[in-house]
């Protein structure tokens, strides 16, 4: 597993990120996506219908999108996660200090999602307020019981996946050095390669 300053073997090109809910997944993989010119699917948008039910053409949507030379995407949903893991060749773990960022990131979207009526996936809004009292799915208590988990699973992926190379994150000071640092190093080691500069 790489730190934010550990070089990578090689130019990355079908990426993961991976990071509880609030952690700034989808945002950190769009960035990604700019830097390695793959296209940014963001998976929730392929699993979520409306009304929140689970569409159906989830998986063959997945299938079809990793099938492309270059893409980045979120490490979510059980159901993909090994098919992800199988075609990609870079994981990041956005694994931020939860009580300091994370929670408080999870809780102001969830409330300017709700305020404003946000259109998400599908037409998809935020629930009301109340219902973070009665419903254990909520984003935000979903955030608060899953908050080691990949503390588990990333490790077990490692093994699972040994041509996986895995970055840890830990700040978001590491992912702006990450980005500006070994990520463009790697892209610009392949481009000079490619074209024979120096």
Do not use: C
């Amino acid at each position: 597993m790489l730190s934010h300053d550990g070089a990578l073997p090689h130019r990355p090109r079908r990426v993961l990120v991976a990071g509880v809910s609030g952690a700034g997944k989808t945002t950190l993989a769009a960035r990604i996506a700019v830097i390695t010119g793959g296209p940014h699917t963001e998976i929730d948008s392929l699993f979520h219908g409306p009304n929140w039910v689970p569409r159906p053409e989830f998986l063959d949507d997945v299938r079809a999108f990793i099938t492309a030379a270059s893409w980045t995407t979120e490490w979510q949903y059980g159901a993909a996660r090994p098919m992800l893991a199988e075609r990609a060749d870079l994981l990041v773990w956005l694994d931020l200090p939860f009580m300091r960022v994370t929670l408080p990131r999870v809780i102001r979207r969830t409330i300017r999602r709700r305020v404003h009526r946000e259109k998400l996936w599908n037409g998809n809004v935020e629930a009301p307020f109340r219902t973070l009292f009665t419903d254990r799915e909520h984003i935000v208590r979903w955030a608060i019981s899953t908050r080691r988990k990949y503390d588990v699973l990333v490790p077990l992926l490692e093994l699972e996946y040994p041509h996986l190379v895995v970055v840890r994150l830990r700040s978001q000071n590491d992912v702006e050095r990450w980005l500006a640092g070994a990520l463009s190093a790697a892209i610009r080691s392949s481009h000079h390669r490619h074209t024979g500069r120096d």
